[in-house]
Each structure stands twice: as C-alpha cells, then as structure tokens.
C-alpha cells in the first residue's frame, strides 16, 4: 500500500500506475556509472533493451527507500534522484530494476548532502530502538514497531522537506 506522499507523486507527475517509484544516485555531473556515460535529465526517460532485469546484472536500477539507495551507490555517485522504473522489473530486498528509469527530480551534490545530514541525524534514534527490541523482538513486534515507526515518520518527514525546499512540484505534493 503506497502512503499519501507515493499518491500524491504519482498524480503530481503522472506516473504510470505499472511503474514503480524509488530513489537513485548518479554522478556528480549527472551521469550514469558502470560504463554507461549518458546524462540523467529531469523528465527523461533512459532505457536499456536486449535482456530481461536482473537485480546486479542488467537493468536500470532504484532502491524504494533512502537508507537502500545510499546503501547500494558507488561512492562516486553523489546526487540522489527520484525516480520511477518501468517494463519488466526485477526486485530483491533493497532495490529493483528494469527496462526504463524516468528521473522526477534530481537534488544537487548539496541538497544531496543535506539529505544525508538528516539521516545521521536520526541514525542514533533508529539504532536505539532497534537495539532495543533486539532480544524481544519477536514477542514485540507491535510495541517495536509502533516505535520504529514513530522514529522513522520524523526522519521521513524532515528528508520530505530537504526534496521540497528543492523542488516545487514535490512541496506542491506535501501541502495535499
């Protein structure tokens, strides 16, 4: 089930019902890694054709959350985007690929920095609680959580403002 902010990104910037929303990293200069050297465009659509996704192998990937796309960038990729990723897609655990990837918005190096500014921010928080559970966690797992959860709507919420400080179309989004 996709949250408001999903819904309303979708109607904001028409997404196609099919496609999946995410995050992604490119280059300083906005362009692709791993030999691939085209230009991220914000309303552009790059595609890769002649094999079916593979997470790893061959696809234009995306991780559905902050924390999954930081965690699987090359360090050389510094500038976060959002984006969708159509055709046939294939997932794992932390990210997903496929055929074609539209980029929505795309911060600077900066307004990426800031992004990651709020997630140490509330790292400390994050771990806490899930040190917390961690003995109990099975026979808690809604009092977890429930906590988990309150934590991470407020990291959610601020690295919400940090896009829409940047980009028009998202605080538009954010206000509904």
């Known amino acids: 089930m996709e949250s408001k902010i999903e819904q309303g990104i979708r109607k904001a910037f028409a997404v196609p019902e099919a496609a999946t929303l995410g995050l992604h990293f490119v280059k300083s200069d906005a362009t692709l890694g791993y030999g691939d050297k085209r230009e991220v465009r914000v309303g552009e659509t790059l595609t890769v054709e002649g094999r079916k996704p593979s997470v790893c192998v061959w696809g234009l990937h995306a991780s559905p959350t902050f924390d999954a796309a930081a965690n699987n960038r090359p360090a050389d990729a510094v500038r976060l985007c959002l984006v969708w990723?159509?055709?046939?897609?294939?997932?794992?655990?932390?990210?997903?690929?496929?055929?074609?990837?539209?980029?929505?918005?795309?911060?600077?190096?900066?307004?990426?920095?800031?992004?990651?500014?709020?997630?140490?921010?509330?790292?400390?928080?994050?771990?806490?609680?899930?040190?917390?559970?961690?003995?109990?966690?099975?026979?808690?797992g809604a009092k977890y959580a429930r906590e988990r959860d309150a934590v991470w709507a407020k990291y959610d919420a601020e690295l919400a403002a940090v896009w829409a400080k940047y980009q028009p179309e998202l605080a538009a989004v954010e206000a509904k």
């Open 85 to 140: 990723v159509g055709g046939e897609v294939d997932s794992d655990l932390s990210k997903f690929c496929g055929l074609q990837r539209h980029c929505l918005a795309m911060l600077t190096v900066d307004q990426t920095q800031q992004a990651f500014a709020v997630r140490a921010k509330y790292q400390p928080e994050r771990d806490a609680v899930w040190d917390k559970y961690q003995p109990e966690r099975d026979a808690v």
